[in-house]
């Protein structure tokens, strides 16, 4: 059973931000992401403790459970999983950052129900990835991009989930980099707990971190963070 008192997760906040470091990053620039799906709210208590400032959540259930636990830890919600337009009115309230969005009937439904809302638009960076990880074609983004704003929304930056190993997750994550200068979108958020060093290397400014912090997580979820 994974340890999820404040201390551990500290102790191993502390080896991703060496990892950061030893990857050429600055660890004080780019934001962890404690990414807490699979866990109970016991992780979310931990992870604030342990100095983070920002929580991910994959999908609403979930999300909706630990809801008291964010709440009273005053952390940032990231929301990373698929957005199904009929939870957007549940998650609305709770939601500080949509890291995953890829169509723009998610976003209309968003901005009817949070004006305003703060968001990255999620780039697909791989051909037959398993189901789920989601996301629009590079060449897709910029028109998306246009038209959230059109929304009202605050579209800060780019999101994208690295292409399955064994695949070089560099190249892609080097592809959003470039793309979210050329939008003049200050945020980046790529690199999870296996390809970190890759994401940091690239220019991400935010890592989604789930398994570094808190072990392995007790059910087989998709996607790994």
Partial sequence: MADLT???????????R?????AGGR???????????????????AATQAGCEDV????????????????????RLHFLGGIQRNKVGRLAPLVG?????????????????????????QVDLSEGAPAGRGGVPLESAPPLVEQLRNLGLAVDGLMAVGPPPPADPEPGFRNVVALARQLALPEVSIGMSGDLEAAVRSGSTMVRIGTALFGPRPQDLATES
Avoid at 6 to 16: K, S
Avoid at 18 to 22: D, E, L, Q
Avoid at 56 to 75: F, H, T, V
């Fill in 97 to 121: 950052l949509w890291q995953s969005v890829d169509r723009l009937e998610v976003g209309e439904s968003i901005a009817r129900r949070s004006p305003g809302a703060r968001l990255l638009v």
């Fill in 6 to 16: 404040g201390e551990a997760v500290a102790t191993r906040l502390a080896g991703v």
């Fill in 56 to 75: 991910g959540e994959n999908y609403a259930q979930e999300l909706l459970a630990k809801a008291d636990a964010i709440s009273d830890s005053g952390a």
């Fill in 18 to 22: 060496s990892r950061i470091a030893a």
């Fill in 27 to 45: 660890p004080d620039e780019i934001r962890i992401v404690a990414v807490t799906k699979g866990f109970g709210p016991d992780a979310v208590r």
